[in-house]
T-cell receptor, first 114, second 109 residues
């Protein structure tokens, strides 16, 4: 959806390297989610922000994952150090809490850690 | 037990057939979402429902809040409808989604 741009679309990296994924929502959507999709687990919530404040990151392995929202049009998800089990598609989604509540997803970042 | 269950897991149909995908859930919700994901592709929101029925083109979504059940129907199915269809719940004021495992639909010409 054009409301959300994710970069990069694909990333292949070696185990131990740092990975940063970016999500750029258009203005007007105050809630940003990070989801991870794997064949085994399907879609899982990692973290989400409202009005740039982190509300819930209980789905995220804290020792290696971090999520931030430095401004209203940029959210980042960082993995350091990356591991092969982190290989998945990472989706950013946005909604407007208090508004229509429909969710809009980015195209995803397909991460492969070798 | 998962909070949201979809059936069937896999569905193969011939072009033109009427398709139904079901979603049952076990918790209170503020809305139910139907999402579509083409192979290797992104996720597109098809419908968001809190009651009744919605229609968009050949797609129809219904929800029965009392029975905690929703259905997604596709009329006159086409090979381009081949995708994974995912049911997702949003609850309370959190708006975060809980996802079903998805239904893989293949429509053959």
């Amino acid at each position: 959806d054009a409301r959300v741009t994710q970069t990069p679309r694909h990333k292949v990296t070696e185990m131990g390297q740092e990975v940063t994924m970016r999500c750029q929502p258009i203005l007007g959507h105050n809630t940003v989610f990070w989801y991870r999709q794997t064949m085994m687990q399907g879609l899982e919530l990692l973290a989400y922000f409202r009005n740039r404040a982190p509300l819930d990151d209980s789905g995220m392995p804290k020792d290696r994952f971090s999520a931030e929202m430095p401004d209203a049009t940029l959210a980042t998800l960082k993995i350091q150090p990356s591991e092969p089990r982190d290989s998945a598609v990472y989706f950013c989604a946005i909604t407007n809490a208090g508004g229509a509540n429909e969710a809009f997803f980015g195209q995803g970042t397909r991460l492969t850690v070798v | 037990k998962n909070e949201v269950e979809q059936s069937p897991q896999n569905l193969t149909a011939q072009e033109g057939e009427f398709i139904t995908i079901n979603c049952s859930y076990s918790v209170g919700i503020s809305a139910l979402h139907w999402l579509q994901q083409h192979p290797g592709g992104g996720i597109v929101s098809l419908f968001m429902l809190s009651s009744g029925k919605k229609k968009h083109g050949r797609l129809i979504a219904t929800i029965n809040i009392q029975e905690k059940h929703s259905s997604l129907h596709i009329t006159a199915s086409h090979p381009r409808d081949s995708a994974v269809y995912i049911c997702a719940l949003s609850r309370g004021s959190n708006y975060k989604l809980t996802f079903g495992k998805g239904t893989l639909l293949t429509v053959n010409p």
